[in-house]
């Protein structure tokens, strides 16, 4: 089945639950619920990213606290964000301790967690992405976390049919 025939296919409340697992902006979720139903693939696809980039600041800080702080212990229930992260749970203490430290210091400076598609990114990657952005204006920070999440939402939906 394909994703965008498996969230036609689902009752209101599990595709809520579904595609809220995509991307935590709650409004967001009820537009795609809303868009249904999804002639294909490719449409499912542009309409996320089409109302993602069509939500407001308070709606993109809303999906970025979905999100636990990259590096940091995943508990149950947030497999996608572990294997997305699995980057990072080899990493040696050093570059763990720089991550932690790193995630307090982006916090502190821009309101939201660091946010990056993680998915295939070594934690000196993602490190390194970090210390990168810290030199953002707190806009353009929040722009380059949006474009982040929509990835990751991408990358969600295309793995709905399997989870």
């Known amino acids: 089945m394909t994703p965008a025939a498996y969230v036609n296919s689902l009752p209101v409340a ?37 109302l993602w980039w069509g939500l407001g600041r308070a709606d993109w800080l809303e999906a970025f606290a979905a ?27 050093g570059t763990l301790a720089a991550l932690a430290q790193g995630n307090v210091t982006y916090e502190e400076r821009f309101g939201h967690v660091f946010l990056i598609s993680a998915t295939g990114k070594t934690a000196d990657e ?25 990835k990751i939402t991408r990358l969600r939906l295309d793995r709905l049919v399997a989870s």
């Open 67 to 93: 999100h636990p702080r990259i590096g940091a212990r995943v508990g149950a229930g947030m497999d996608w964000a572990r294997r997305e992260q699995a980057g990072a749970a080899g990493a040696a203490e």
């Open 14 to 50: 599990a595709a809520r639950s579904a595609l809220g697992r995509c991307c935590g902006a709650r409004q967001w979720v009820d537009a795609m619920l809303a868009a249904r139903p999804f002639a294909s693939d490719a449409e499912l696809l542009a309409t996320a990213e089409r």
């Open 126 to 150: 993602m490190l390194g992405a970090l210390r990168g952005r810290l030199t953002n204006d707190p806009a353009t920070e929040l722009r380059v976390a949006a474009g982040e999440q929509a």
